[in-house]
């Protein structure tokens, strides 16, 4: 699905990321760790396609990212759902519309699409939601709204970069619940968390492996959960 081959990434003369390989296979359920300014975001970026790496492969699907088109990544994209760190949103859009902002852009704005709109928005809490304004909603709900976001195109993988990072423990249970609940449909899920109760939380319900950046190099961090 995702693979990295001895890849590195560097910016501005200085090496971020060194020799990383790794693939994620399908259903497959990833935390990475390391500490800030590590590489975690950049890193994700990889993963989506987001980044070209400096030398190295990068493969989506089978393709390698500096032999894709235009069309291919936006193909590559629809099978990739990725929850930002600082989710964005159109202040100015109810937060269904915000959530169902993908299906417009790619032409897949349906009747049964619609259903499933708010089929999902029940699905992450915010059913009774669907018609507020971003500037309305708290940290928790934006965060639900961002991974409602992220899947409503029914991608293969989600990638997660810190999205319990501005939510409380309450809240950050409910969003690991929906995560976990999405690879027990089969989904690959990878998490960026600085967040070890979060992963020690998981570990109980689901087999997830634990990866760590730190000096540049990507790390098994320990046994598998």
């Not at 390989?21 to 990889?46: C, I, Q, R, V």
């Not at 709900?141 to 293969?156: T, Y």
Request: charged share 20%; proline share 4%; hydrophobic share 40%.
């Amino acid at each position: 699905m995702i693979e990295l081959d001895n890849t590195a990434y560097s910016y501005g003369g200085g090496e971020l990321l060194s020799n990383i390989s790794l693939k994620l296979a399908p259903g497959s359920f990833h935390f990475l760790t390391g500490p800030s300014g590590a590489g975690k975001t950049t890193f994700l970026k990889l993963c989506y396609g987001a980044l070209i790496p400096t030398s190295g492969h990068v493969r989506l699907f089978d393709q390698d990212v500096r032999d894709m088109d235009r069309d291919d990544h936006a193909m590559a994209r629809r099978r990739i759902g990725v929850v930002h760190q600082d989710c964005q949103f159109l202040d100015h859009l109810p937060i269904a519309d915000n959530v169902a902002l993908p299906l417009m852009v790619s032409g897949r704005e349906t009747l049964e699409n619609h259903s499933n709109l708010k089929e999902l928005m029940h699905w992450v809490g915010l059913g009774n939601r669907a018609n507020a304004l971003p500037p309305e909603m708290s940290g928790g709900e934006r965060q639900r709204a961002a991974l409602a976001r992220a899947v409503i195109m029914s991608p293969d993988v989600v990638l997660a970069d810190e999205p319990t990072g501005n939510v409380d423990w309450e809240m950050s249970q409910r969003l690991l619940q929906l995560l976990i609940e999405l690879n027990k449909m089969g989904k690959t899920i990878m998490i960026a968390t600085h967040d070890m109760n979060l992963i020690r939380a998981a570990k109980s319900q689901v087999q997830a492996r634990v990866l760590r950046i730190a000096n540049r190099k990507l790390q098994l961090a320990g046994a598998d959960l």
